[in-house]
């Protein structure tokens, strides 16, 4: 079946660090996939998505590639700020949505 | 475009009543929406697929008695906790699959629910 591994938190970070959180996954065929980040209380919000391999997603500073050879979609994102900090969920759409464990980040001033 | 209500977003309730919780796809139509768990500090679990004007099928280790899933037109879905316990005190998200075009397949979620069983 489907899954998706993500690297594991919490990962603490200082103001304008360099981001990145590994993910693989495992599938039959081709989904898509994508990156959702969670603040605290709230649902879900899509961050990036790729559709195809060598897809790159891309939004609010943040990138991913979806890399086929690899079976993996690692978000990076050159200098992060304190209102980057949330969970951040690795998935894959094969009609159903397949999630990582999610990833707390947290940005110091 | 493409938002999901949920309502309520937070409910308290005594240990056996039944609580619903809508889920609302208010600028589209959504034949399919999605209802998922999540514990404290964990990822999202999937419960249920809920089809419209159909049965919903439910994930291994559901239990359909216990999360009843009504999908009763292309805008809404409801979840109603039957005699709630305790343990079933969680954040209820759902989500609802794009129509079709250059969005197929996505899935918008809802803010989520916050269940406080007493």
């Known amino acids: 079946g489907n899954s998706v591994t993500q690297m594991e938190g919490p990962v603490t970070l200082s103001e304008e660090a360099f981001l990145t959180i590994n993910c693989t996954y495992t599938?039959?065929?081709?989904?898509?996939l994508f990156w959702y980040v969670q603040y605290p209380g709230e649902g879900l919000q899509l961050l990036l998505k790729?559709?195809?391999?060598?897809d790159k997603g891309s939004n609010k500073g943040f990138e991913a590639t979806y890399r086929k050879e690899t079976t993996s979609f690692h978000l990076e994102k050159g200098s992060v700020q304190v209102s980057d900090s949330a969970v951040y969920f690795c998935?894959?759409?094969?009609?159903?949505?397949?999630f990582g464990a999610g990833t707390t980040v947290t940005v110091r001033a | 475009g493409a938002v999901v209500s949920q309502h309520p977003s937070w409910v308290i309730c005594k240990s056996g009543t039944s609580v619903k919780i809508e889920c609302r796809s208010l600028?589209?139509?959504?034949?399919?929406m999605f209802w998922y768990r999540q514990f404290p500090k964990q990822s999202l679990m999937l419960m249920a697929t809920?089809?419209?004007?159909?049965?919903?099928?439910?994930e291994q280790g559901v239990e359909k008695d216990k999360f009843l899933i009504n999908h009763a037109s292309l805008t809404l879905s409801t979840l109603t906790v039957t005699s709630a316990h305790p343990e079933d005190s969680s954040f209820y998200i759902c989500?609802?699959?794009?129509?079709?075009?250059?969005?197929?397949?996505?899935?918008?979620f809802g803010p989520g629910t916050r269940l406080t069983v007493l």
């Open positions: 989500s609802a699959r794009a129509p079709g075009g250059t969005r197929a397949n996505e899935q918008f």
């Open positions: 599938a039959t065929g081709y989904p898509s």
């Open positions: 790729a559709t195809k391999a060598d």
């Open positions: 998935a894959l759409n094969d009609y159903k949505l397949s």
């Open positions: 600028d589209f139509q959504a034949t399919t």
């Open positions: 809920s089809n419209e004007g159909s049965k919903a099928t439910y």
